[in-house]
């Protein structure tokens, strides 16, 4: 359980380390798109796919998440992530209104489709 709460500290300051990333200069550009999106994502109040859907639900907590901040920090000079890193320790967590705003926009681009597919499949029988 240790080990765990260790791991939900380290991935959380890593979050919030690469939301420090996506404003940093030092940072080349694609690094801070990604970065940006990975932590505007996991700092949103609410999840593309929401947690109570079995199995899926976990899936971007458990998976899509961790690959997006590893393959941030890959991006990232190790000695710039580095001070990041000891600049995220122990800072608040914030909120991103961009994440909530792109997984709005996604929710509604997928209920657009869903209704255009049903409309197609049922409109003409």
Do not use: H, T
């Not at 700092?43 to 998976?63: A, E, K, Q, T, Y």
């Not at 590893?70 to 000079?77: G, M, Q």
């Not at 994440?99 to 681009?109: H, K, M, R, S």
């Amino acid at each position: 359980m240790a080990r765990l709460n260790e791991w939900a500290r380290a991935l959380k300051r890593d979050v919030l380390a690469l939301w420090f990333a996506a404003r940093d200069p030092r940072v080349p550009w694609y690094a801070k798109l990604l970065a940006g999106l990975v932590a505007a994502y996991a700092l949103s109040p609410i999840d593309l796919i929401p947690d109570f859907i079995p199995v899926l639900g976990l899936l971007d907590d458990l998976l899509i998440v961790p690959a997006g901040i590893w393959l941030s920090i890959r991006l990232i000079p190790p000695a710039v992530f580095a001070q990041l890193r000891a600049a995220a320790q122990d800072r608040p967590w914030p909120v991103s209104r961009l994440g909530l705003a792109l997984v709005l926009i996604a929710w509604l681009i997928i209920a657009r489709a869903v209704i255009r597919l049903l409309d197609a499949l049922y409109c003409c029988r």
